[in-house]
């Protein structure tokens, strides 16, 4: 008796095969997104658990080899000597990097091809909630190494949350365990990166995956040409399973030729915390953030009953950032229909909202152009101009090119 | 009122104070998320008799004196010092000082009340998020605060000249006893990035 045999006696496996591995899958490259977060995400579950069995997530000062240096730095050091070490942490620094562009990427696939629509919605704002999530996790791993950049990227992350009126010091001082940087800091840090929101990655994934099961794909529109009315894609077994397989294996792959070559974050380059500020930018996807934080001028203050007030740093790096999740978060609502969605729209049927995207994409370009505002020696007024004609120009070109191309559009759907 | 509805009643009603006295007693245990604010003699703000140690470079650990600070800057990165004690209150990032000297011409007056023989100290903390202002600008004789390029003036107690910070660098009024550069205070304004609610340290 096989083994198969074995265990389909008593546990029916036949029926699972049947009733859920036969699950078809529509086959469209753009649909490989969201896998592709997925797999960075198990590999910064994989890369992290090696990580954890050699971190020692503390600030205070010890003595290794002569030098005073914070535990966790040490430590750092510490896995860098180890085989393979320094190329394990350089693969789950990329990979957190792949898995915040690879989740933006895969949110600009569906907002293009209007699946945040009937039924659903729901699947649209629990991936917002992952990227939030997403981009709060690799933000609460900047402190770890605790050298010189993290120590100062983590500082202006810090004065972010504690800008918040009324709210700000408190939530902040909760997440960071007082005012950034205390003992009690990184322990609480490290909490929150491997245990907190990583379960709560899980949790959200996991709802994530099962709306998408129940509810199926969008499917790609000649799925209506070939079989109207039904599903048409490739089994989850054994086909799905094995280009999956084979996706995941080809990413790990080049992620070890990516972290073998070009060593993240190399911590003696910036050297333990000192008096002196490294001259920092953060990673790319909060670049925009820190160029409109270094346009607002000082002047912009709003005072608030009570002593609080709205300030540049909550502006920038708050309400810019929330209101257009607000915008995301209210789409589905204003831009939504009667019958349920089963068909992809098509980007060039949509020129409103298209272009819209378009401009939306030009705002973030500017903004993180403003990070270099210094090495371009350029003033705030230029990139004020910049930061509000340019996306509107775009959005307008876009939106003239996409009509005299194709025309109204939107008439696709009548018959989706 | 007939039987059943009762028996619910009562399971309802009980169910509810139970969770009611669990979710109480849980916030009780999750007040132990505060975090806790120990002062120790490293971590007290700077105050009136205390001493300055240069907190960086070659120099680090040395009594600053007038003749350490080069005319016209650029400044010295420091940390107060309990002159009997001898602890070095490096413990409290807030605490690290940067001291300047000018011509006593040089400043305007509001500020120059606060100098001795040119001698002047700031708060190294910007305002604006809190990076530590670790750059000179010898052109401008300015502070610049690398992070988001926050400009201050020291001629002028440290006002904001350029970037996004909100408020100028809180100053630390000097006095020169014997060459050496003593603290005549604490600093005249709360410390870095102003918290919720208009005051430095929330809820510690």
Redesign the interface.
Known sequence: MSAYEWLNERLDLDRLNKKFMRKAFPVHHSFFLGEITLFAFITLVLTGLFLTFNFEPSARIIKVAGRELPAAYASVLYIDSLPFGKVIRSVHHWSAHIMVAAAFLHLLRILLSGAYKKPREINWFLGLALLGVVVFTAFTGYSLPYDAFSVTATQIGYGIGASIPYIGEWIAQLIFGGEFPTLHSLPRLYSLHVLWLPLTLMALIGLHMLIMIKQKHTQPRYAKAVAPGKILGVPMMPMQVSVMALLFLLYLGVLFILGGSIIAHPIEAYGPPSTSTPAVKPDWYFLWIYGILQIIPNTWVIPLPGGAEINPEFIGGVLVPGILGLVAVILPFVDNRKTKMRYVELPSRHPMRTSVTVGILVFFLVATLAGWKQELGLSNATLWTMLITFPLLAWWVTYVIMRAIWGRGGYEDLEA | MSEKTTRRAVIRASLGAGLGLAGLSALFVAGG?????EVTPETEPPKKGDLFVV??GPNKGKVITVDLLPLGGPFV?AWPMDPKTKVVKNGE??N?TMLIRFNPDDYDEKTRRYTDQGVAAFS?ICT????????WLADKKAFM?????GIYDPRHGAQ?IG????RPLPMLPVKVEGGKVVADGGFLSPVG?V?????K????
């Open positions: 998320l505060k975090p806790k604010k907190a960086d990165l990032r807030n690290l190294a604006h998020l809190g990076c530590t202002v670790s750059e605060c690398p992070c988001h390029k904001v970037g996004p910070p909100p990035p918290g919720t609610l208009g005051v340290g929330g809820w510690v």
